[in-house]
């Protein structure tokens, strides 16, 4: 645990020390809601078929190669407004605000993000120590990269040998980062939807099956994390337009979860990031994560 001024009263203690506990994020209730449905309600469907086995293989394996695709490009230098707000129980929240001006395609440019980290606007009834300011920095870098194959993974987890923090522990199976593993690891149920204006969407559901996989630390064995969730695809370039994704992270004391969704646009054929609404959660504290883009680029 990093240390703290003397000064800072027990609140500050436990809401930063819970802060640097984190392991990702997940969204403000009401937002999240809000953007739960907005995908459902622009599918005001007149069909929605189950994909046979084979269609919905060759569907999944055209998403991720897609995805993959557009993971490797970056374009224009974007605006994004980042808020974050951490508590827990019934201590008063504090909450960061920045601007980040990053490379945008489907994720953003981390050393962007990086530099961009560096300044941001405090609110909260606790003083900050130089040490706190630069925990917070990290996750404003972390959290602003999350996408459906990358979530933040900081822990405390205690061997006999060191309890130190901040180890990057096992694996994390994503559903679209590799076609074979999410075959073996994942059941997927897909459905194409045809709405009111005959946009063809695929709606492709994650949810893991009965495969195990295991990784050893400290003289003990975890289960490796998984992201489970739901990718909305668009049927004639095959580009994501949102994913909604829950991560179970493993941690010796309990487990972190965060849950988040994310909106993309596709412009001229390519993919760029529009929005993140994410909530990390752990043992009664709460981190809320909104990032938003904006239609100003940096010249």
Not at 78 to 103: G, H, N, W, Y
Not at 286 to 299: A, E, Q, R
């Amino acid at each position: 645990m990093f240390l703290l001024n003397t000064t800072i009263s027990n609140r500050t203690i436990i809401i930063l020390t819970f802060l640097f506990l984190a392991g990702s994020v997940m969204a403000q209730e009401s937002q999240e809601s809000s953007l739960s449905d907005e995908m459902e309600d622009s599918l005001s469907s007149l069909s929605i078929i189950p994909l046979k086995p084979l269609k919905k293989k060759k569907i999944l394996r055209q998403a991720i190669r897609r995805f993959r695709h557009d993971m490797q490009h970056e374009h224009d230098t974007r605006m994004f407004q980042m808020t974050m707000t951490v508590s827990r129980d019934s201590l008063e929240p504090f909450r960061v605000k920045c601007s980040i001006f990053a490379k945008s395609g489907i994720a953003l440019n981390e050393d962007d993000v990086a530099s961009c980290s560096k300044t941001f606007d405090y609110e909260g009834p606790y003083k900050l120590t130089p040490q706190d300011s630069a925990v917070i920095k990290g996750y404003i870098k972390h959290f602003a990269i999350i996408s459906p194959v990358y979530v933040p993974r900081i822990f405390s987890i205690h061997s006999p040998r060191s309890s130190s923090f901040g180890y990057r522990i096992g694996d994390v199976l994503y559903p679209l980062k590799n076609y074979n593993q999410t075959c073996f690891y994942y059941e997927t149920k897909a459905y194409h939807i045809l709405d009111e204006s005959d946009r063809k969407i695929y709606r492709m559901h994650f949810v893991r099956n009965g495969q195990k996989r295991y990784f050893r630390f400290g003289g003990k064995n975890y289960e490796a994390g998984e992201i489970t969730g739901t990718a909305y695809i668009d049927g004639r370039t095959m580009y994501i337009s949102q994913f909604n994704g829950t991560a179970r992270l493993p941690n010796d004391k309990d487990e972190v979860y965060i849950v988040y969704k994310i909106t993309y646009d596709e412009i001229d054929n390519k993919t760029f990031l529009k929005h993140i609404i994410a909530e990390w959660r752990f043992c009664g504290t709460k981190i809320n994560v909104v990032l938003k883009g904006s239609d100003t680029n940096k010249s």
